[in-house]
């Protein structure tokens, strides 16, 4: 018997990481138009922001269902194995509610944990779930320390355009133009698993800095934790950049990544993200 990790692609890891990582990508439906696609399955992240970037009128994403959760879990349960899902934060999704519904069904054998994320915050709790199943843990002791270290996470993204946050009607197109005339570039973090602005800067160099001046308002980066660094859109130049000027926080070669569909709709192409776990 083993402990199997079943996740959504909120998480921003597609088939092939998932495959790697050795669990189960439930994935979360992209519609553009009348077209819809497997978030990473059968549309890829670069394919994503391309399509992105062309369209006049932002994708729609749905939420994973009760049943698409119930058919990844069988086949694991009838192997012998336990099950821990984690998913998208209940906070902008149902997604959490219909995993927990089917932790009910199996009690004992599966266990939902609420990741309070998305993106590269909920795809650090992966990894580290990962690294617990590995551990001979049973899956109620490995949701019980997944609940007990995910407040620790942290994540902050710099918005490098206000364009799609006007498209979701998260900004209004009066504050949009004049965040773009005078270059404002707004950071926004997860908290308490809802998205919300933590801070805002004008140009690239203050925007980097800024990243840099919320972390140190943090307890710092737990390096014995698993942490990233993320861009948006086809190019990373802009995460390049803030690497360069921030070689005093981050370690040589720190693990790097593009974000996904589920904030990269929200924020656009040209945003640069970070995650970690907070030290204790």
């Not at 993106?119 to 002791?141: M, N």
Request: contains cysteine; proline residues 2%; glycine residues 8%.
């Amino acid at each position: 018997m083993a402990v199997k990790i079943v996740i959504d692609s909120a998480s921003d890891i597609d088939k092939k990481e998932a495959d790697k990582f050795g669990v189960t990508l439930v994935p979360i439906q992209i519609r553009f138009g009348d077209e819809e696609f497997n978030d990473g399955i059968d549309i890829t992240r670069e394919e994503f922001f391309a399509r992105l970037e062309k369209c006049s009128e932002l994708p729609k994403t749905s939420q994973i269902n009760e049943y698409a959760f119930d058919e990844a879990v069988k086949p694991l349960l009838e192997e012998g194995d336990e099950v821990v899902i984690i998913a998208l934060s209940s906070k902008l999704s149902g997604t959490y509610s219909n995993a927990k519904a089917v932790a009910d069904k199996y009690e004992g054998k599966v266990y939902a944990v609420d990741s309070l994320n998305a993106s590269l915050g909920e795809r650090i709790l992966v990894q580290y779930a990962v690294k617990l199943a590995k551990q001979d843990l049973s899956a109620k002791d490995i949701a019980e320390e997944l609940e007990k270290v995910k407040n620790r996470i942290k994540v902050i993204a710099l918005v490098d355009t206000l364009k799609y946050l006007k498209k979701g009607g998260r900004i209004s197109a009066v504050v949009a133009f004049a965040g773009e005339l005078l270059a404002i570039k707004p950071a926004v973090g997860l908290l308490n698993g809802e998205v919300k602005l933590i801070g805002k800067a004008i140009g690239g160099k203050k925007a980097n800095s800024l990243i840099n001046n919320l972390i140190e308002k943090t307890k710092g980066v737990d390096f014995d934790m698993p942490y990233c660094l993320a861009w948006s859109g086809i190019d990373a130049s802009k995460l390049d950049a803030y690497e360069n000027d921030s070689k005093h926080i981050w370690q040589e070669n720190s693990p790097r990544f593009m974000i996904g569909s589920t904030i990269g709709t929200h924020i656009g192409p040209g945003a640069v993200g970070v995650a970690f776990f907070e030290k204790e």
